[in-house]
Structures are given as structure tokens and as C-alpha cells.
């Protein structure tokens, strides 16, 4: 079964962290969650993404992004790993909780089970995956990655914003687009309010279809 995708809910699970016990629903309150699990602890891949996650934690933050990390080891290992996280990421400091599940149970009420990995002893791991959850406790957007390849945080901040700002105003980003550059109106709004809602003005590219859906704008 595929994992946690697009508008499915957060399960409100409680859960055990590095940072004591918490509802998920609490934590994400009425803020941006990124959530992303990892197949263990002590691995290189997952040592790095983390490290790099604290080292972007503070770019987060200016978004109103809160973080949790997810490995189904337990607390106490957690604790242990972030040591060397820290250590290899040059001393950013991993601020952020990390779930634990030496059980296995909160993969499986996730659905965040990988299909193909298991850790030393045969059993399931976590998938690579990073779900990004809006103040609704929605999944606005999911990756999911195989065990052997490690994630871009500058790709994570970049969809942080377009979310950010396609939920503000009812726009879209366009292909390749980053912060500062033009994005395109929604399609929902009609010329007449495109007036309205954008008085800077907007540009509609000239196509063959002679069609008028493609415009762009700044916000």
C-alpha cells in the first residue's frame, strides 16, 4: 500500500520523542509540519539528511515550519545518534523532537511501512519519506524516496514557500520557479477578478489556442 499522500489526514497518534510524549495534532498546531521518517539510526544516508535538516531548522522557522523526525529506533538511541549528527553537521544542533518505534506500531497506523527494506534483524523499516502537513492536519505534499538516495532541503524550503504562497494568494508556481520570481493565476479566477485581486497587473502569454489560461503575475 502506498504511504500517507495528498489530502489524506494525519492520524492524531501519540507518540514518543526525544522531546517527551505528544499528540501529533498538538504538535502541528496551527503551523506548517514537515514529517520525515528514516529507515534507522546509525545510518549515513539518514545522518546526513538530519544533520542538514538542523542546519536548515532555523530557515524553517522564519516560515512558521515546525520539524519532527521520525526512526523506529528507540528514545535513548535517538538521543545517542544526534550526537554524531551534530558532530559530522558541524555542531548545528538538532532542536527539533525525533518519534521513536522500536515496536513498529507507528509505521504500520502511518502507513509509512518500505515495502523492500529491513533493518539487521528482518524486520520493517520506514520508508524515506517527508510529508508536509498544513495547520488543517492535511498532507499538502509528499516525497518518498528509496533508501539510497537522500533528499534536497533546498527542494524542501523551495515547496515550503510555493505552498505558502499558492495558500495566500490563488496562484501557482510555475516550472523551476523559486521565491521572487513570477507565478501563473489560477485558473478558478476569471479575468475580471484577476483585476481585482492582482492591481499590479498581470501578463498572459499569447498562444495558439488563443486561450487566455496562462497568466502570470507578481506577488
Not at 495534532?25 to 538542523?54: K, N
Not at 526512526?71 to 545517542?80: G, L, R, T, Y
Not at 528509496?146 to 495558500?167: I, W, Y
Not at 492582482?198 to 496562462?214: E, I, M, V
Amino acid at each position: 500500500m502506498p504511504g500517507l499522500t495528498i489530502g489524506d489526514d494525519l492520524p492524531n497518534l501519540e507518540v514518543e520523542t526525544t522531546h517527551g510524549k505528544m499528540k501529533l495534532h498538538d504538535y502541528v498546531g496551527d503551523s506548517y509540519t514537515i514529517l520525515f521518517s528514516h529507515p534507522g539510526d546509525f545510518t549515513p544516508v539518514c545522518t546526513t539528511e538530519l544533520g542538514m535538516m538542523a542546519a536548515y531548522a532555523s530557515k524553517f522557522a522564519e516560515r512558521g515550519v515546525r520539524l519532527l523526525g521520525f526512526s523506529c529506533d528507540d528514545v535513548q538511541s535517538h538521543k545517542e545518534w544526534i550526537k554524531d549528527i551534530e558532530a559530522y553537521n558541524k555542531g548545528h544542533k538538532v532542536t527539533y523532537p525525533i518519534i521513536a518505534d522500536p515496536k513498529r506500531e507507528l509505521i504500520k497506523q502511518l502507513n509509512m511501512v518500505d515495502p523492500d527494506e529491513t533493518d539487521s534483524t528482518g524486520q520493517k523499516v520506514p520508508s524515506r519519506a517527508l510529508h508536509i502537513v498544513g495547520p488543517d492536519k492535511k498532507i499538502k505534499l509528499s516525497f518518498l524516496y528509496p533508501a539510497s538516495t537522500g533528499r534536497n532541503m533546498d527542494e524542501v524550503l523551495r515547496v515550503v514557500d510555493s505552498l505558502q504562497k499558492a495558500a495566500k494568494h490563488k496562484v501557482a508556481t510555475p516550472v523551476n520557479w523559486k521565491p521572487g520570481d513570477p507565478v501563473v493565476i489560477s485558473p478558478s479566477v476569471s479575468n475580471e477578478q484577476a483585476k481585482e485581486m492582482f492591481p499590479q497587473g498581470y501578463d498572459t502569454a499569447n498562444l495558439p489556442s488563443g486561450k487566455d489560461y496562462l497568466r502570470f503575475t507578481n506577488v
